[in-house]
């Protein structure tokens, strides 16, 4: 690949192939391997908490999830959240009471702890059996202004499903990270955009989204979903909201669509063919509508290249 804004670039650099291969437009989703899929409307919307299943009512200790309030990963490269995620009021979202069911279950809580050993929360989403899409400042601290804070994190916790406290999918440590040198090199909200690499399988049980660069009058006409854990709601909930996009620029998606800080790195996808596909990676908010990073022909190779 030739050197540009998405060059790949990560903290264990051998695992980087030297080679993208030709793919075609979109990659698939999976559902993974435990019960039915929750159902979308008609105009490609989840229906939310239709299908109730609790989560095992007692887990190992190692299986509970951290309840401290900890900020979102986007104040440590922005400063005080004043526009990073934005609820434009009346707040939408409903939460997701069953979170061990697909779609919901793909979608993880992240415990990031940054090179200086301080802890933030974000989100990421299966693309693959041990791959998570996230925004590039998730895994990379940008202009911190804090010694020893910058660069690459030393560790995400990823906790699929997250419930509050309870993990119906366990969690797993991961120290292996994507991005590209457009936000490594530049700190460019164009080039927000990553992945986690997990030292397990762990997705082939949650099932993953698939992801695809499609036209802009395509996605002017489509219906939107993004779910996620927001650093407004109580610890590790899952908050849900959906509507159509406002507008899209050739690197970015715009959508009025209930956000807070915790969601960076949260996938922005739609209903196509029947399945979920990422359109977009959530990262920003605004006055009027939030953005994530659109995933081009470009960000597609990178996402296929680190889902390998």
Do not use: C
């Not at 019960?35 to 190992?60: C, I, K, W, Y």
């Not at 939460?95 to 415990?111: M, V």
Request: proline letters at 9%; glycine letters at 12%.
């Amino acid at each position: 690949m030739a050197n540009g804004p998405h060059t790949p670039v990560s903290n264990q650099p051998e695992e980087l192939a030297n080679a993208v291969p030709e793919q075609p437009v979109f990659e698939g989703p999976s559902e993974g391997v435990q019960g039915s899929p929750t159902p979308f409307t008609s105009d490609g919307l989840e229906q939310v908490n239709g299908h109730m299943r609790s989560a095992p009512e007692s887990m190992p200790e190692t299986w509970r999830a951290p309840t401290a309030v900890l900020p979102d990963i986007g104040v440590a490269s922005f400063g005080p959240p004043d526009m990073l995620e934005t609820v434009h009021l009346p707040d939408d979202r409903v939460p997701i009471t069953d979170t061990s069911s697909y779609p919901w279950r793909a979608h993880a809580s992240l415990l990031i702890t940054a090179a200086d050993n301080s802890q933030w929360i974000g989100t990421g989403w299966f693309i693959g059996p041990h791959t998570l899409a996230t925004a590039g400042h998730v895994v990379y601290i940008k202009n911190s202004g804090v010694p020893g804070r910058d660069g690459f994190v030393k560790s995400i916790q990823v906790m699929p499903g997250r419930n509050g406290s309870t993990l119906p999918f366990g969690a797993v440590t991961s120290t292996s990270f994507r991005t590209v040198t457009g936000w490594t090199e530049s700190g460019d909200e164009n080039f927000d955009y990553g992945a986690i690499i997990i030292p397990t399988e762990l997705g082939a049980t949650t099932g993953w989204f698939g992801f695809g660069a499609w036209p802009d009058a395509d996605l002017l006409k489509t219906s939107v979903n993004i779910s996620g854990y927001p650093g407004d709601k109580p610890p590790g909930t899952q908050w849900y909201d959906g509507r159509g996009v406002s507008s899209v620029n050739p690197l970015k998606v715009f959508y009025d669509i209930d956000t807070a800080g915790g969601q960076s790195g949260s996938a922005v996808y739609r209903i196509h063919n029947g399945g979920r596909y990422g359109i977009a990676v959530h990262a920003y908010g605004g006055t009027t509508t939030n953005s994530g990073t659109r995933i081009t022909q470009s960000v597609f190779n990178n996402l296929v290249q680190w889902k390998a």
